[in-house]
């Protein structure tokens, strides 16, 4: 069997079509709301929250039964009706180049939504390619509460130091040093991380004109 390959997708301006507005609908709607994607749902019935999101603007519903006309220009679909073989007719309906997940038929679908979680910038996802998606949720609940909120300030902070340092530090050495100093557990529970970045800075540049 051949293994799947992870990747992180910038949907903004990109149509997401999802036939069916039951629950599992609403669980991919809610993890597209913040991606910028034109998220469009597909189904005569909706749930309270999608159709709110509906009626906020957030998204797209159309009322009523799936037609392959829906399918034009999405560059992802997910077909989560509890009809198997329209799901499967779905994914027919789909042209091969386009990204489609079934619901019901993990070995059938060409993507997996994996369970993931944000820390600011830091993304964590786990997949089992549908072996077991409660275990997937299981292990993301154990690394939440691992990478707790600490890790979004720690992130920016990491983020604004390696822009500096790439920008301002020419000595290659010294360059290769504090990018692997500041990821250290320090750094991550430091009260000051500016000023504690200042002295580790002035410490090895200190080291650098002595070698
Ligand atoms: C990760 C997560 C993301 C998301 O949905 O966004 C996700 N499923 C989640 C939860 C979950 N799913 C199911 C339960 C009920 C308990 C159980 O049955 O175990 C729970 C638990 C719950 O609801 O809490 C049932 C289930 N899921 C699939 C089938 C079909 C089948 O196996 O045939 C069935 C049986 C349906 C039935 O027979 O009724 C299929 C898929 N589900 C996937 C993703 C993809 C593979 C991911 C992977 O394995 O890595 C894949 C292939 C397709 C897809 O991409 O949708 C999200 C966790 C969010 C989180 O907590 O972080
Ligand atoms: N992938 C997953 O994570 C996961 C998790 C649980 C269940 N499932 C599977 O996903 C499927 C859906 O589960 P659910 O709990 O969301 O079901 P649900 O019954 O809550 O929702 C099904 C939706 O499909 C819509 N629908 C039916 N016929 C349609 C048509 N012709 N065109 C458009 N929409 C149509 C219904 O109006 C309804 O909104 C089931 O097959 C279930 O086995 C998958």
Do not use: C
Not at 3 to 20: D, F
Not at 40 to 60: C, W, Y
Not at 72 to 85: E, G, K, S, Y
Not at 163 to 180: C, M
């Amino acid at each position: 069997m051949h293994s799947g390959y992870p990747v992180t997708l910038r949907l903004v301006g990109k149509k997401v079509v999802i036939v069916g507005g039951g629950k599992v609908a609403e669980r991919k709607v809610k993890g597209l709301l913040d991606t910028g994607a034109e998220v469009v749902v597909i189904s005569p019935e909706a749930t309270d929250e999608i159709q709110g999101l509906h009626r906020e603007g957030g998204i797209v519903w159309r009322q009523r039964l799936v037609d392959p006309s829906d399918m034009a220009d999405a560059l992802m679909i997910f077909a989560t009706t509890n009809n198997p073989q329209l799901n499967q007719s779905i994914k027919k309906m789909a042209e091969a180049h386009q990204l489609v997940t079934i619901a019901d038929d993990p070995g059938g679908s060409n993507f997996h939504v994996p369970a993931h979680f944000k820390r600011g910038q830091l993304s964590i996802a786990v997949s089992t390619g549908g072996a077991s998606p409660t275990l997937a949720s299981k292990i993301r609940e154990q690394l939440e509460d691992q990478f707790d909120d600490s890790y979004e300030s720690y992130l920016e902070f990491l983020s604004s130091k390696r822009k500096w340092i790439l920008k301002e530090v020419e000595d290659a050495s010294l360059k290769r040093n504090l990018l692997k100093t500041i990821v250290s557990s320090d750094f991550l529970t430091s009260a000051n991380r500016e000023d504690d970045f200042i002295r580790l800075y002035e410490a090895l540049l200190k080291e650098a004109r002595q070698s």
